[in-house]
């Protein structure tokens, strides 16, 4: 049938991925860096996402597609909750399971320093003791177990993977004293981020998220994917961001 419908144009596409929230039907993906439509089953054609796009990058066109099906679109949000991609990784047993995916708590989070970061819980300062502050292993959002019982009671650092590489302090300033899962809203699928945070809100009691991203548009996903988990989960915790500039300054 020929029908409206949304189309991208990948060339005025910056992936920034601000269409992405705006599509109540998840019919919206960045793939390679790119915003795309999943399914045309996915898209009822009404634009939602038209007025998040500064760069011109998507329209509405009228063209020959599959009608817009609300069970289909069903599925697929309840696929994005419990993707099999990102189910808890299996423990190391004979016969299977990746090693280096195993849950391992590597002791206590070492304390924090206080940070001058507007927004933070101001702390008493410490000498820094060096060296890393990891506490935990694995730490890539695709890899973490939500019931691994290093986030029972934690205060959670959700970083973009940038991050630590730009700003020089970020064992001391921001992961010390906290358990942290890392992930990229670009170049990974932010539906799939929040499906995963949801569910770690759900069965955890994390005490405390903060975020911490880089200044770029992109970087927005991870802590929109933050922001939605908690109010999905039904959690009020607290909830804090940083952002850092891509020269390593922490911005206001």
Known sequence: MKRKIVE??????????????????????????????????????????????DKGAIRIV?????????????????????????????????????????????????PRRGLAVVGLEPEPMRPAAGGSRLSHWPVQLHLVSTRAPYFQGADLLLAADCVPFAYARFHDDLLAGRRVVVGCPKLDDNQAYLAKLTELFRVSDVRSVTVAKMEVPCCGGIAWAAREALARSGKSLPYREVTVGIRGELLP
Do not use: M, W, Y
């Open 8 to 53: 991208f144009d990948e060339s005025k596409c910056d992936g920034c991925g601000d269409c992405i929230p705006s599509c109540a039907e998840g019919a919206i993906q960045l793939v390679n860096g790119k915003a795309r439509l999943v399914g045309d089953v996915l898209c009822d054609g009404l634009g939602a996402c038209l007025g998040e796009c």
């Open 62 to 110: 009228e063209r020959e597609a599959e009608a817009f099906d609300e069970a289909a679109v069903e599925r697929h949000l309840g696929a994005a909750r419990h993707p099999p991609a990102l189910a808890d990784p299996p423990a190391t047993v004979p016969g299977g399971g990746c090693p280096g995916s195993r849950a391992i708590d590597l002791g206590a989070p070492p």
